[in-house]
């Protein structure tokens, strides 16, 4: 038998759930705080509740994909509704902070309810698909009696963990990568505009010099796992080395009259290593600075 489903929430994301089981065959009901909304789902086959209460009631699975936590807050924490949370599983897939997936986790606990906390690691297009990733942490058991309803929803979708909020910053800790990235490239297309090249030149050569890059990116994870943070045979290339070729971007920068507010910061970064360790130490030797928050910024003191 396949359980009974509640989504809290009719957004794109929570639209996009809620066709997706429907087209597998789960049992769903909706509900959205603008009603309206919910209509196109309605003529899918999803039932409409008539208030959060009756939908959670109905349910064995409560799916919340509202803005905030300040909403879903709002949405479960009436009296109605938290004494209707007993027996039932809350997968929040609401984004926040490791931090407020702990006190929901411990807050629907103390109702009756299970709890995973989940981060969807895809925009609502992708909702469904195999190669879909979704991240849970929380209880284990409660994790394993729902899987084949949560692979519904991405074929790579994984459990990361018993403390409620890991996936949660387990998210964050990928996308904070993928910003690094981004910010990366917007930079690099300044440099390459500036001095007469093609951004589809630029956009060639990405694709050329990425194995280079996952290679540096998975090896500075390894050593730092290994706590290798000295230069040694294996070292890919020294912290001097990378700091004498990071240079030229700030000359570039000066030169071309460029914003340089990132370069900055990461100089920053380098000379706060390059003043503690030595040229020679692997590029993996800054990660402790960004451990301890040591870096000192401009105008503010240096943390313990």
């Known amino acids: 038998m396949k359980s009974n489903v509640c989504v809290l929430g009719a957004g794109r994301m929570g639209s996009s759930i809620v066709r997706t089981l429907l087209d597998r065959g789960y049992p769903t009901s909706v509900w959205n705080r603008t009603a309206a909304k919910s209509e196109p789902l309605a003529a899918l086959g999803a ?41 039932r599983t809350i997968v929040q897939l609401t984004s926040g902070s490791p931090r407020l997936a702990r006190e929901e986790a411990q807050w629907v606990e103390a109702r009756g309810a299970g709890y995973l906390d989940g981060a969807i690691m895809a925009t609502p297009d992708f909702i469904g698909r195999p190669e879909t990733t979704l991240l849970y942490s ?47 490239t917007l930079q690099g297309m300044a440099v390459a505009e500036a001095e007469g090249l093609d951004l589809l030149t630029f956009r060639g050569h990405l694709a050329a010099f990425k194995p280079v890059v996952d290679a540096a990116l998975f090896d500075v994870v390894d050593r730092t796992k290994a706590h290798r943070f000295a230069g040694d045979e294996a070292t890919l290339a020294s912290l001097g080395a990378h ?39 692997d590029f993996a030797s800054l990660f402790p600075l960004f451990q301890n928050g040591s870096v000192r910024q401009e105008g503010k003191p240096a943390h313990a």
């Open 243 to 281: 700091y004498s070729a990071f240079r030229h971007l700030l000359e570039a920068c000066e030169e071309r009259g460029l914003s340089a507010a990132m370069p900055r910061a990461m100089d920053q970064i380098f000379q706060k290593a390059l003043s503690l360790g030595s040229g020679t130490d």
């Open 138 to 184: 929380g209880s284990r058991e409660v994790y394993d009696r729902h899987e084949p309803l949560l692979l519904e929803l991405g074929g790579g979708t994984g459990y990361v963990g018993e403390v409620a909020g890991q996936a949660s910053a387990l998210d964050t800790a990928l996308l904070t990568q993928m910003w690094g990235g981004l910010f990366g």
């Open 47 to 87: 039932k409409v509740a008539a208030s959060v209460e009756d939908g959670v009631g109905a349910a064995e699975v409560v799916i919340v994909n509202v803005l905030d936590y300040a909403a879903s807050k709002t949405l479960l924490r009436s009296d109605n509704v938290a004494s209707a949370l007993v027996g």
